[in-house]
């Protein structure tokens, strides 16, 4: 492997080296020198999935990989739209694209032994399957709200998952703090390092080959912001590279309630969406990055209400495709930015949706 890159605080920009996973003021960390400024030519990928991209994530050998990637787009007349499916993933979510990054980068990069994230479910799983694949020990803190299936889930896969009272903030200092015990240790973040966002970036890159150009717009639910950067970022690349010539508008869905990056649109509304229970994020590290983001997009935020929601998810179960309510927020959002007049009447958005439904 190369050299570690240089890393500096989204925050402070103090300067760090690259098996440091977050700032000690808290922030979330960037390369130095951006991955890849320009991808010139998807055409010339080959294999499957994320491997397809290896070059373009800047991905050497021993790349980490349950095969996650190539998730089918399908266009749904019916709602107007373009689906892709995340939740087809080896552990059922988009998070499996950011893992099999991190994981990668921890195991052949940092040289750890033992990985440590905090994570109340689907995040929480994707590290601990990558972790099991690359023979990584997995520590996993979780809120007490964590289900007991999705606990179960994690434990499956081989995670030591530790259960912390108190706000979420709490859960994540208790996972910096494991990761700084045990030497050989590295912290991975599905927030803080930014190796996470940049296999979300593949995301853009399968959209643009599957619809042969540039969608209309992407409809993507959004918690902490991975997506939103992912897509944004993966869009700007090949936009410098003369493959495509614009980044589609990009809009993130948040939960009623706790939607902070809706709010900072003026988009937020009354009530709560305890449904979308993936999205409660009230203070996501990354969120200037996100609102930034999303407004060079030409996109914006909106949250939806749990109803709402719930009307999404049962319109999307009766056409066949079995998601969690946290990825029903993007039809429901892309309901919202029809009736706010954001979102064309003739226009078929790609809505992400980015997990599937599990028992429990």
Known sequence: MDLLPRLSCAWCEREHEGSVARCPCGGPLDRVEPL??????????SGAG?????????LGEGFVSLGEGGTPLV??????AWLKLEGLNPTGSFKDRGASVVVSYA?????ASRVVEDSSGNAGAAVAAYAARAGLECVVFSPAHVTDAKRARMEALGADVRVVEGPRSSVTEAAVKEAK?????YYASHTYPPFFVEGCSSIAFELVEQVGGVPDAVV??????????GCFEGFDRLRRGGVIEEVPAIFAVQAAGVDPIAARFGNDVEGENRLADGLLVPEPPRLGQVVDA????????????EDKTRGAMERLHRRGVLVEASSAT???????????????????????????WTPG
């Open 36 to 45: 890849g400024r320009v991808v010139g030519s998807l055409s010339g990928a």
């Open 50 to 58: 994320l491997s397809r991209f290896s070059s373009a994530l800047g």
């Open 75 to 80: 266009q749904e007349e019916s709602l107007g």
């Open 107 to 111: 195991a052949n990069w940092v040289g």
């Open 181 to 185: 015990r045990e030497e050989g240790t």
């Open 220 to 229: 993507t639910p959004c918690a902490m912001g991975s997506i939103v950067l």
């Open 294 to 305: 999303l407004e060079a997009s030409g996109g914006c935020a909106v949250s939806v209400t």
């Open 330 to 356: 993007a039809l429901a959002g892309g309901d919202a930015l029809r009736e706010r007049g954001l979102l064309g009447r003739g226009e078929e958005p790609v809505l992400v949706l980015t997990g599937a």
